[in-house]
């Protein structure tokens, strides 16, 4: 039963152009969503994240949008640029339960054609 | 600053035999994970401390051991290992519960043969 779906498995796009990567969840109880950006051979970093009480949260290139009511979150990156390719995972946390644990759609590998 | 350091980044085990990870932090976190991802899938937590000497299960603990005797280290332990625990484990700490704050460590890439 995944939580955390991430549908599509990869994505292309030309460079300058906009990323779009999608994420739905099930479980309402999730309170606080985050994107974590994956290179080969390397351990996922923190790219940006936003709390339920939040519809948008920007940080430079990079907006994420929630939809509660789709249960649906997208990341944003523009201009998209070769660096950004990589794998991202959507996460999600249940704060009322007393969780720790972070849970992790498969992921999305982002390739951005120069 | 070192951050999350795994150790061994690669190794290669026969079914049965036993083995150790190690994690070491350097940032004063209280919380530290493991984590094992594998081809397809999400990652998916194994164990987790919320503080030195406490380990609680996450989502997929069969097979592992885990211990935190000192708050910058937490070990993982596969006693018996099988083909099915051949994964790439990755390590990760926090301050607290909150998600934004995990740091990851590199990854270690385990063959079980």
């Known amino acids: 039963d995944q939580q955390v779906k991430q549908n599509s498995p990869s994505l292309s796009v030309q460079e300058g152009r906009i990323s779009i990567l999608n994420c739905d969840y099930t479980n309402s109880m999730f309170d606080y969503f985050l994107w974590y950006k994956k290179y080969p051979a390397e351990g996922p970093t923190f790219l940006i994240s936003?709390?339920?009480?939040?519809d948008k949260n920007e940080d430079g290139r990079f907006t994420v949008f929630l939809n509660k009511s789709a249960k649906h979150l997208s990341l944003h990156i523009v201009p998209s640029q070769p660096g950004d390719s990589a794998v991202y995972f959507c996460?999600?946390?249940?704060?009322?339960?007393?969780?720790?644990?972070?849970?992790f759609g498969k992921g999305t590998k982002l390739s951005v054609i120069p | 600053n070192a951050g999350v350091t795994q150790t061994p980044k690669f190794r290669v085990l026969k079914t049965g035999q036993s083995m150790t990870l190690l994690c070491a932090q350097d940032m004063n976190h209280e919380y530290m994970y493991w984590y094992r991802q594998d081809p397809g899938m999400g990652l998916r937590l194994i164990h987790y401390s919320v503080g030195e000497g406490t380990t609680a299960k996450g989502e997929v603990p069969d097979g592992y051991n885990v211990s935190r005797l000192k708050k910058q280290n937490f070990l993982l332990g596969l006693e018996s290992a099988a083909p099915s625990q051949t994964s790439v484990y990755f390590c990760?700490?926090?301050?607290?519960?909150?998600?934004?704050?995990?740091?990851f460590g590199e990854g270690s890439w385990l063959t079980v043969v």
């Open positions: 936003i709390s339920s009480i939040k």
């Open positions: 996460a999600a946390r249940d704060s009322g339960a007393g969780s720790y644990q972070l849970t």
């Open positions: 990760a700490s926090s301050y607290g519960a909150s998600g934004n704050t995990i740091y």
